[in-house]
T-cell receptor, first 115, second 109 residues
Framework: DTEVTQTPKHLVMGMTNKKSLKCEQH?????MYWYKQKAKKPPELMFV???????INESVPSRFSPECPNSSLLNLHLHALQPEDSALYLC??????????????FGAGSRLTVL | KNEVEQSPQNLTAQEGEFITINCSYS?????LHWLQQHPGGGIVSLFM???GKKKHGRLIATINIQEKHSSLHITASHPRDSAVYIC???????????FGTGTLLAVQP
C-alpha cells in the first residue's frame, strides 16, 4: 500500500458544527502532516506529527485540533470554523521528519466548505 | 522576495514540445522537491534532489547547489502533463517545506 487515504473528499459544514477529517496510511511512515491550501496558492503547513507526537504547530487557531491516535491515523477535528477556513486540506506522510530530506506522500485532499 | 521563486508562472505548450520549468532559491537547503498537482486534486511527489540529476520516464530534474537553481524538464509533452508544478525546499533537520508559487502548465493537443 503506497497511498495516503483521506476522508471525506468533500465536506460542507456550518459555523456551529463539529466535524473531523481523517487521514490513513499503511506505509509504516512515522511522520504525518496537515496542510491547508487555498485556491491558486501553495500549501501552508499546519501541523506535523512525528512518532505520534505533535512536533510542529504553525500557530494554527484552536478551532483546528489535530489528533494522532496511532502511527497510521491522523485526524483533524474542526469546530466553530469560519467561512475563510474553506480550503483544500491535504494530509501527507513521510518515513521520518528529522533529516530534512524525506519524500512526502500526499493524499488527494478533503475539500472543506464552511457556510 | 520569496525564498523560492519559480518561472514561468504560466506556460502553454503544444503536444510534443520540450518543456523547462525553473526554480531558484535563496536559502541553504537539505533537499529540493518537485511536486505535481492536477486541478482540484492532491499532490504527487515527482522528485527529491540534493545534488545532480534524476530521471523518471519523460521527466528530468536537475539541481545546481552552487547556483541555488533547479530545473524540471518534460520531454515529448502530452496533454496529460497539464498540471501545476511546484518547487519546494526543505531546510535543516526538519521536513518543513518552503513552497514556490507554482507553474501552471497547459499542454495543448
Amino acid at each position: 500500500d503506497t497511498e495516503v487515504t483521506q476522508t471525506p473528499k468533500h465536506l460542507v459544514m456550518g459555523m456551529t458544527n463539529k466535524k473531523s477529517l481523517k487521514c490513513e496510511q499503511h506505509m509504516g511512515h512515522r511522520a504525518m502532516y496537515w496542510y491547508k491550501q487555498k485556491a491558486k496558492k501553495p500549501p501552508e503547513l499546519m501541523f506535523v506529527y512525528s512518532y505520534e507526537k505533535l512536533s510542529i504547530n504553525e500557530s494554527v487557531p484552536s478551532r483546528f485540533s489535530p489528533e494522532c491516535p496511532n502511527s497510521s491515523l491522523l485526524n483533524l477535528h474542526l469546530h466553530a470554523l469560519q467561512p475563510e477556513d474553506s480550503a483544500l486540506y491535504l494530509c501527507a506522510s513521510s518515513q521520518g521528519s528529522g533529516s530534512g530530506a524525506n519524500v512526502l506522500t500526499f493524499g488527494a485532499g478533503s475539500r472543506l466548505t464552511v457556510l | 522576495k520569496n525564498e523560492v521563486e519559480q518561472s514561468p508562472q504560466n506556460l502553454t505548450a503544444q503536444e510534443g514540445e520540450f518543456i523547462t520549468i525553473n526554480c531558484s532559491y535563496s536559502v541553504g537547503i537539505s533537499a529540493l522537491h518537485w511536486l505535481q498537482q492536477h486541478p482540484g486534486g492532491g499532490i504527487v511527489s515527482l522528485f527529491m534532489l540534493s545534488s545532480g540529476k534524476k530521471k523518471h520516464g519523460r521527466l528530468i530534474a536537475t539541481i545546481n547547489i552552487q547556483e541555488k537553481h533547479s530545473s524540471l524538464h518534460i520531454t515529448a509533452s502530452h496533454p496529460r502533463d497539464s498540471a501545476v508544478y511546484i518547487c519546494a525546499v526543505s531546510r535543516g533537520a526538519t521536513n518543513k517545506l518552503i513552497f514556490g508559487t507554482g507553474t501552471l502548465l497547459a499542454v495543448q493537443p
